[in-house]
């Protein structure tokens, strides 16, 4: 046999078994499952926590829903949901992501679960609830077998979800200004210092109204998922409180929700998923006085530009769906009236709302002291990131995670682990700003370790 022979043989040999060996080298055919489940509570239920003035479920004016995908086809399936809840804190957080993951197959680190943060709305904290039980002084936070039944609701649907779960090959992404709805805590008083008391109903005062919006991101992002050129899911973020009216004991997905429920009409097909972005000083204060009739002229706000961000939307093909997570430690707030021995002594008062916000300290304190570390995942699509981060996150960090990327579509969501509360930037403790008084509840500083870790989880140069 002469060499040209030869060759031809061998060629033909490499291509009569290229079949079994070339998965390897195929491009990875994604998969995504939807889900939605109910999580709207009975009457009665506490609300907030119960640790404002809020009164317990008296009505139920819209439900509320968790809402969410499983992307699979990548190393390990990953799932991003957020939940018309207030917040989720400590164990909670760690029950919901541990459910989630063992229904879709997964670890819980690759959940990207996130609160959307109306305040009508339950607030879970499951070692808070057993400190009040345990102390028998009353007091609650969460129904235990409520949250229980809205936990395995859910992974119920993530369950049934990925075993129908449809084939993706695009992803796009899209941006729209949001107008006249977010305006920063933080204004200047008539002194010219600092003031931070424009909160979510704040219009109604000339002076507040009257100031600029403040240190806001304007857009809003959505990222949404294809097949060929049919829409699968579409998530839509946007950093403002989502409340046009609270404190009333009706329960609400508020202005985001009837935004999301007008954009779901538009495109019944395509799951329709809202999430808030870092707001933890960003109100529509500016723009909203409590008024209910608010609430719609907000919601149309938002939705004008939920539909503006998905036409103006650019689609690529999905060729890699990575994840990355780092985790970090933070200290727990040791200054007056957050030691222990503050919460103990706290915990045995007579108001409620003081006991609490007490069994919420303490519950944080258990797993700080312990070490337990904040997870922050991304889910990196190559041209896109979603990222998490936990709490009431300052606006300020959003911004930053979109300049240490500015060559690809960063989508920030808030309210991931709220076991801090408020994380603000080191200038908001250097300005005394008032609301990390009674709503945070980790130690100064924590700027430096969170940037830090946004940086390795975003690859930023």
């Not at 070339?22 to 109910?38: G, H, I, N, S």
């Not at 404002?52 to 190393?75: E, Q």
């Not at 219009?203 to 806001?216: E, M, N, Q, W």
């Not at 408020?422 to 980790?442: F, K, Q, R, V």
């Amino acid at each position: 046999m002469n060499t040209t022979h030869t060759i031809i043989a061998l060629l033909s040999m490499v291509l009569f078994v290229a079949p079994q060996g070339a998965t390897a080298q195929e491009k990875p055919v994604y998969r995504l499952a939807t889900f939605a489940a109910d999580v709207t509570p009975p009457l009665g239920s506490p609300l907030l926590g119960g640790v404002t003035v809020v009164p317990p479920t008296k009505a139920v004016d819209d439900s509320l829903s968790v809402l969410g995908f499983v992307l699979l086809g990548g190393d390990q399936p990953i799932v991003v949901a957020a939940i018309d809840w207030c917040e989720v804190r400590n164990d909670a957080y760690d029950r919901w992501r541990e459910a989630l993951a063992e229904a879709a197959g997964t670890t819980r680190e690759r959940v990207l679960f996130s609160a959307i943060h109306q305040h009508d709305t339950p607030l879970a904290d499951l070692e808070a609830q057993r400190i009040l039980d345990r102390a028998k002084l009353g007091g609650a936070l969460i129904g235990l077998d409520y949250h229980e039944m809205c936990v395995r609701r859910a992974a119920r649907a993530v369950k049934e979800a990925v075993a129908r779960a449809r084939p993706v090959t695009h992803f796009g992404v899209g941006k729209a200004r949001v107008e006249k709805v977010a305006s920063n805590r933080r204004y200047l008083g008539k002194d010219g210092k600092p003031r931070f008391d424009r909160s979510s109903m704040s219009g109604g005062d000339p002076f507040k109204r009257d100031a600029p919006d403040g240190v806001i991101d304007p857009w809003l992002r959505t990222i949404s998922f294809w097949n060929g050129d049919k829409a699968v899911a579409a998530l839509s973020v946007y950093a403002v409180h989502p409340m046009s009216r609270w404190g009333t004991g009706r329960v609400t997905a508020d202005f985001p929700g009837l935004a999301r429920k007008r954009r779901q009409a538009d495109l019944p097909g395509v799951l329709q998923i809202y999430a808030s972005g870092c707001s933890g000083n960003v109100t529509p204060g500016k723009y909203n006085d409590g008024n209910l009739e608010n609430r719609p002229v907000l919601a149309d706000r938002v939705y004008q530009a939920m539909a503006a961000a998905w036409k103006a939307t650019q689609r690529r093909p999905i060729t890699q769906a990575g994840f990355r997570n780092v985790p970090f430690r933070l200290e727990a707030r040791d200054t007056a009236g957050f030691k222990r021995a503050d919460l103990d002594t706290m915990l045995e008062d007579r108001n409620e709302k003081k006991r609490n916000l007490a069994a919420m300290g303490l519950s944080c304190r258990k797993r700080f002291d312990a070490g337990q570390k904040i997870d922050l995942p991304v889910l990196d699509l190559g041209a896109a990131q979603v990222l998490l981060l936990p709490g009431e996150c300052y606006v300020e960090f959003q911004l930053a995670a979109q300049k240490m990327r500015p060559d690809t579509f960063v989508v920030t969501l808030g309210y991931g682990e709220c076991a801090t509360g408020y994380l603000p930037p080191d200038s908001a403790w250097a300005e005394n700003d008032g609301n990390l008084t009674p709503w945070c509840w980790i130690a100064r500083g924590a700027d430096k370790v969170l940037t830090e870790a946004m940086r390795k989880a975003l690859k930023a140069k």
